[in-house]
């Protein structure tokens, strides 16, 4: 019989049961159930833990091939979780294995796929419309910013430089999109987009005015569906898949873009920088690239939802 690769499988709930059976202690045995609405093609599985009255999410991490995650990736993102934990910081954060550590693997058709368990956020999704929620994330990530000045990682994790945001999703998209003729004039605007965009960044990052901790570790992807509050001061932040080094700017940028808040409302998108400001006022050069990044941040996105692989394959490429 010929074996054939595999892409992209999905971990039977009961499965991963006996894997968190065996690998944590609960206090007593626990039950999974997948969380549907997570299956999409770039996000990894999310699986609802239900051990006693306890309840935990298990996240199992795509096979890293797409953002081409090593173990020292995933290790980063736990230990910085721990970190901001330790800070006080409203984060869901991983929880210990029976060996003391915090990741654990399995081995699945496509290869090694690494597995964490978290802490589950409890209340409701943020609000982008109630400007006290808003003020509330913008004041929390700036604290996560501010406490993160003193964070050092014993574990490597790609930054999200340029070559990450710009370099590679461009690259990704001239593969794919060469392949549709149809698709030129598509192409053609996010090249010269990027090309804008990062060439704007690079003046900022080169000019005599720097910032002294404009760079650092972020959450990469702020987001109000994953940001949970009980009330409008109780926040409770979670999915850091996309954390690492980068541009606090950056950061902000990744906010605005997910919640379209620069479109909705300037009275909101005040509220937001408000609570920002009153923890972690913004430089020039900061402000100033903000702009920027917006664009970026909708170039990285695109070239990351743009697949020829599973499950969407190649005849499904959305428009730019």
Known sequence: ?????????????????????????????????????????????????????????????????????????????LDWLNFLTEQKLPVSHPIRRKDGGFLGSVEAPE???????????????M?????????????????????????????????????????????????????KPERAD??????TSAEEARAEIVEIINNPYTTPDGWGPIGGDFHSTNTFFVNDNAPTFFNFDLCGPGWRAYDIAAFLQNTDLINTSETL????????????????NEHNAISPFLTIRRIWLTGTFTRDDIPVGYSFLAPA
């Open 186 to 191: 598509d192409l053609d605007l996010l090249i």
């Open 127 to 179: 609000d982008i419309f109630n400007s006290e929620q808003l003020f509330t994330a913008g004041a929390y990530m700036a604290k996560i910013h501010l406490a993160s000045n003193e964070y050092q990682s014993p574990h490597d994790r790609q930054a999200m430089d340029l070559g990450f945001l710009v370099d590679r999703p461009i690259a990704r998209l001239k593969r794919i999109l060469s392949l």
């Open 111 to 125: 290869g090694k796929r690494y597995y964490a368990l978290f802490t589950y956020a409890t209340g409701a999704p």
């Open 269 to 284: 998108t005040e509220a937001f920088f408000a609570g920002y400001y009153s923890e972690r006022p913004l430089s020039p």
């Open 1 to 77: 019989m010929t074996h054939i690769r595999v892409v992209r499988s999905f971990v039977a709930a009961p499965a991963l049961a006996d894997v968190i059976n065996e690998a944590y202690d609960l206090g007593g045995p626990a039950e999974a159930r997948l969380f549907s609405k997570m299956l999409r093609t770039q996000d990894n599985d999310h699986y609802k833990i239900i051990a006693g009255d306890q309840i935990y999410v298990a996240r199992v991490y795509q096979y890293g091939e797409h953002l081409r995650r090593q173990e020292s990736d995933y290790a980063y993102e």
